[in-house]
């Protein structure tokens, strides 16, 4: 499956960065025990750290809120997706269990204080292309709402756009009938490239320690 980075992107944001991990016989499940506890513990110690803290002064957030207003998304409206989780947990709204892949995914990006979507491989159709969304761009997300991609970075097939920063779409969801799966981590573009391998390194081999199967990866920039 190629994934690439469309020429927009690389002129609006020339540091941008991507990690993509391809993961084959995977068993997605209800989480185990020590994951959910470390999901739980890991928000109140990020509770008790914003509590004389902004949100906005996460470097990682503040670094995709820039992201967003270069390729014509306004973050205070549209907001990714690592600063609402962190907005959650600062209301003490903490994140409830999902599945072992949903909620692995949500746990790195609250460590990593990056955007990272997680996709079922098998519903995903021809190549995989990183872009900026044009007029008529849209999807259900996860949320169950319709999404306007217009003026926002999305990740698409030919079928259409099914991922983004922001929100993922319905029609990719990693559920427990996934056997294959696609993970996009949206790196800090002021990392390095070692350190961004080293990051999704560590990510793929804990989520297959947890999940199974096998994972190779790629960092695109």
Same mark, same amino acid.
């Given at each position: ?133 044009? &007029? ?52 800090? &573009? ?32």
């Amino acid at each position: 499956m190629e994934i690439k980075v469309s020429e927009d992107i690389k002129s609006l944001v020339p540091n941008f960065k991507v990690g993509v991990i391809h993961y084959s016989s995977i068993t997605v499940s209800e989480s185990p025990q020590m994951l959910k506890g470390r999901l739980q513990l890991f928000q109140e110690s990020i509770y008790f750290d914003l509590e004389d803290k902004a949100v906005t002064d996460i470097e990682g957030i503040q670094e995709w809120r820039a992201i967003f207003k270069k390729v014509g998304t306004d973050p205070s409206r549209y907001r990714p997706s690592i600063e609402a989780l962190y907005r959650r947990i600062k209301k003490q709204d903490y994140l409830h269990t999902i599945n072992s892949a949903a909620d692995l995914n949500n746990f790195f990006s609250l460590q990593y204080e990056v955007p990272i979507g997680i996709y079922d491989a098998d519903k995903i159709n021809g190549e995989i292309e990183l872009k900026v969304g044009k &007029p008529g761009d849209e999807y259900t997300g996860i949320n169950g709402r319709l999404i306007n991609m217009e003026n926002k970075l999305l990740t698409g097939d030919s079928t259409g756009p099914f991922g983004s920063p922001f929100v993922d779409s319905e029609r990719t969801a990693v559920t427990e009938a996934t056997k294959n799966a696609v993970q996009v981590i949206y790196l800090r &573009p002021s990392l390095s490239v070692e350190q961004c391998e080293k990051l999704v390194q560590s990510l793929m081999d804990m989520f297959t320690q947890v999940n199974g199967g096998t994972g190779t990866f790629s960092i695109l920039s």
